[in-house]
């Protein structure tokens, strides 16, 4: 019993003719009638009889012509759902990443990729760690997450997409507000900071980098996210030193300033995969417009 055989088998009894079939197919009457007696032979039954002007069913074809109906009807869905995931069309692309980054990283990207693939369902996580999307990319819960880049991870890819700058970011009435540029040792060292949680990766890389200078930062806040931690120092709560994100301005209302911190080493940030050569199409379009629209923002100047 073939695929062809129930699809002829479908066709005949829809069309209550066997002549019909052949003429539509190309073929002969013989061979449809080969494909019917071959059904006939596998399940042991009649499947059709004749009639005074073609054929129809018999209770048992009538049976079998409902069940291969439907599953042809699915399996032809579903065909035609593979050939879109293969081009791109459709589909389901995870993604851990958080607020800040879809906010400053791919809220152009975002719009961009609805437009282009509107049937592919996107869906955001948020981790609570890199060792967190680590897993969940190893046992194919995730596709893509987007991170802090750090050391090599066994079985996962890292592709840096942007090296962050680092900011002080005040208000406008702090004492450091006026200067061009700070420098980590010589006007940090007995500031207190808001600060990311520890185990944060961004966090780990900015210790790092005070380290290769001689410089440790003291901290009396803790928030959660970049954002956060803006929002504390332009209400004169908190002062933060931050990546450059994109699309981070000084506010409109000239309450916060953001210093450039040239002697700290900027902060990689990008992809995450299990495999980039095993990624689907839709996830691998979705990282390629995240990346096509930073450049646009780098050669924008912004």
């Known amino acids: 019993m073939t695929l062809d055989d129930l699809r002829v088998f479908v066709a005949v009894c829809r069309a209550g003719s066997l002549s019909a079939v052949a003429r539509e197919l190309g073929c002969t009457q013989s061979a449809v009638s080969q494909h019917v007696k071959r059904l006939e032979r596998e399940t042991g039954v009649a499947l059709l009889e004749r009639q005074p002007r073609g054929v129809s069913p018999t209770p048992a074809g009538r049976l079998l012509e409902a069940a291969a109906a439907e599953g042809i009807s699915g399996?032809?869905?579903a065909v035609r759902q593979l050939r879109d995931l293969a081009d791109g069309q459709s589909g389901f692309v995870r993604v851990a990443t958080g607020a800040t980054t879809v906010r400053h990283f791919m809220g152009d990207a975002v719009v961009e990729y609805r437009r282009r693939y509107p049937r592919v369902n996107l869906e955001f996580r948020t981790v609570s760690s890199g060792r967190g999307s680590f897993d969940a990319?190893?046992?194919g819960t995730l596709d893509l997450a987007w991170i802090t880049l750090g050391p090599p991870v066994r079985g996962i890819e890292q592709r840096m997409v942007a090296e962050l700058p680092w900011v002080l970011a005040v208000r406008s009435d702090d004492p450091l507000a006026g200067r061009e540029r700070v420098r980590a040792a010589a006007d940090l060292?007995?500031?207190?900071?808001?600060g990311l949680p520890p185990?944060?990766?961004?966090?780990?890389?900015?210790?790092a980098a005070c380290a290769e200078l001689g410089v440790r930062f003291a901290y009396d806040t803790s928030v959660a996210d970049w954002d956060t931690a803006l929002l504390l120092a332009e209400l004169g709560v908190g002062r933060a030193v931050v990546p450059v994100l994109p699309g981070l301005t000084e506010t409109g209302s000239g309450e916060l300033r953001l210093?450039?911190?040239?002697?700290?080493?900027?902060l990689p940030v990008g992809w995450a995969v299990r495999r980039w050569d095993a990624l689907s199409p839709p996830a691998r379009a979705f990282?390629?417009?995240?990346?096509?629209?930073?450049?646009?923002?780098?050669?924008?100047g912004s």
């Open 287 to 300: 990282a390629d417009t995240v990346v096509e629209w930073r450049g646009r923002r780098v050669r924008g």
């Open 189 to 194: 060292t007995d500031v207190r900071l808001t």
């Open 199 to 207: 185990n944060s990766a961004s966090a780990a890389h900015l210790d």
């Open 259 to 266: 210093i450039p911190l040239p002697d700290l080493r900027p």
């Open 137 to 139: 990319l190893a046992d």
């Open 75 to 77: 399996l032809d869905l």
